[in-house]
């Protein structure tokens, strides 16, 4: 384990992120899915029912029922539920986080994202623009849990190796982090892969061409 957790370190310290293939059994793959598609459709029937509500109070043309957050994707906070407390215990998981941060770990979040069909793409960001921490330092560690295949289809993860160490550059005028970057890396994973990434590493989500929800688990 200490081997592996130093190889992931350096790959992390190099590119800012790293997939860690077949990470989760199938069985713990079924029971985060389970909440996933309870929460899809939750939330679906939610937005079909204010759709219903807002036309039979006289509003029409589009009604945005996704208003505020992008629309197609489903984003919800689940730490409190019973149902998703295993996984903050994961004991790899946090040893991975222990291991970047030089302490005793904790995973204090949980939450679902999933990109309907026809929805998803984003701007490359970082979840944290401050200062990037010296080579060998880790002021913020994430995962991503993949519970559907990330294709070409399907839409994937993007990341821009090295981005954690210094800010990319964008080509067109008005510096737009929508288009594809031309160093970029989109990473195809499968259900139960992980993918772990620097806080100040630039990524996004790419758009969902396929016929079924893309859906997936961040810590």
């Given at each position: 384990?200490?081997?592996?957790?130093?190889?992931?370190?350096?790959?992390?310290?190099?590119?800012?992120?790293?997939?860690?293939?077949?990470?989760?059994?199938?069985?713990?793959?079924?029971?985060?899915?389970?909440?996933?598609?309870?929460?899809?459709?939750?939330?679906?029937?939610?937005?079909?029912?204010?759709?219903?509500?807002?036309?039979?109070?006289?509003?029409?043309?589009?009604?945005?029922?996704?208003?505020?957050?992008?629309?197609?994707?489903?984003?919800?906070?689940?730490?409190?539920?019973?149902?998703v407390a295993w996984l903050r215990q994961h004991r790899s998981l946090l040893a991975i986080k222990g291991a970047a941060k030089g302490r005793e770990a904790r995973l204090r979040n949980v939450g679902v994202s999933v990109s309907m069909p026809g929805y998803g793409h984003q701007g490359l960001h970082a979840d944290d623009e401050s200062?990037?921490?010296?080579?060998?330092?880790?002021?913020?560690?994430?995962?991503?849990?993949?519970?559907?295949?990330?294709?070409?289809?399907?839409?994937?993860?993007?990341?821009?190796?090295?981005?954690?160490?210094?800010?990319?550059?964008?080509?067109?005028?008005?510096?737009?982090?929508?288009?594809?970057?031309?160093?970029?890396?989109?990473?195809?994973?499968?259900?139960?892969?992980?993918?772990?990434?620097?806080?100040?590493?630039?990524?996004?989500?790419?758009?969902?061409?396929?016929?079924?929800?893309?859906?997936?688990?961040?810590?």
């Open positions: 384990m200490a081997a592996v957790l130093t190889d992931l370190l350096d790959e992390l310290d190099d590119r800012g992120f790293a997939v860690l293939r077949s990470f989760l059994a199938a069985d713990e793959v079924a029971r985060l899915t389970a909440v996933v598609d309870e929460i899809v459709s939750t939330t679906l029937a939610e937005k079909q029912d204010e759709d219903r509500r807002r036309r039979e109070a006289g509003e029409t043309g589009w009604v945005d029922v996704w208003h505020p957050g992008q629309q197609g994707v489903v984003a919800k906070l689940v730490t409190e539920r019973p149902d200062a990037s921490p010296p080579i060998g330092a880790w002021t913020g560690i994430s995962f991503v849990v993949v519970l559907s295949t990330f294709d070409a289809v399907s839409g994937t993860f993007r990341a821009i190796p090295g981005s954690h160490r210094t800010r990319p550059q964008f080509e067109d005028w008005k510096g737009s982090a929508m288009p594809p970057h031309p160093e970029e890396v989109r990473v195809e994973a499968e259900p139960g892969d992980v993918i772990v990434h620097s806080s100040h590493v630039w990524k996004s989500a790419t758009f969902n061409g396929g016929h079924a929800p893309r859906r997936a688990v961040w810590l």
